[in-house]
């Protein structure tokens, strides 16, 4: 599978070569940290990082929001298919035409210091008001940001601004 991400998140490890004729090294989050790439496009620059989402399962995102919660991004294919019709192939005139088509969508997680796996805001899968229903989840010790979510002022496209707030307002 092709991805024209910096990251293949399919796969969890990062490879490296210095230049086109080294050798190619394989590290994975016992060696890296924190991963900085520059001079890619500006969505795609900064620095990358091992996030646990589950029990033994870390995955390699994007650092947007440094504080008491920290936001981290990747970016997931999403990939559909739906039948259109039937074969123009006289062989098999009776086959359904199915047609694959691939997007891409970012997803959104939250982690504190002392918790154990990120918490994912925004996730490919979910509907708008499941951001709102997880916001308010996870900033329940803010009584601040819960009144500002009830009050429609934070959607999805707000997430960063609603990551910053918390970090200023909230203890």
Known sequence: MESNHPLDLGKQKVFY???????????NEDLIQ??????????????YEYVPIKKN??????????????LYTRTKKIFSS?????????????????VVTTDTESEFFVIRDNEDYATG??????LSKSFIYAAKKYFSDCA???????????Y???IIELIDDYNLLCE
């Open 144 to 154: 601040n940001i819960i009144k500002y979510l009830n009050n429609d002022l934070y």
């Open 57 to 70: 399962k870390k995955t390699i995102m994007k650092l947007i929001v440094v504080g008491k919660v920290k």
């Open 156 to 158: 999805e496209q707000n």
């Open 34 to 47: 924190k991963i900085y790439f520059d001079g890619l496009s500006d969505e795609k620059t900064g620095y």
């Open 121 to 126: 805001l925004i996730k490919s899968n979910a």
């Open 82 to 98: 739906t039948y259109n019709g039937f074969s123009n192939n006289p062989n098999m005139p009776n086959m359904p035409n199915r």
């Open 17 to 27: 070569k210095k230049n086109y004729n080294s050798k190619t090294e394989k590290f």
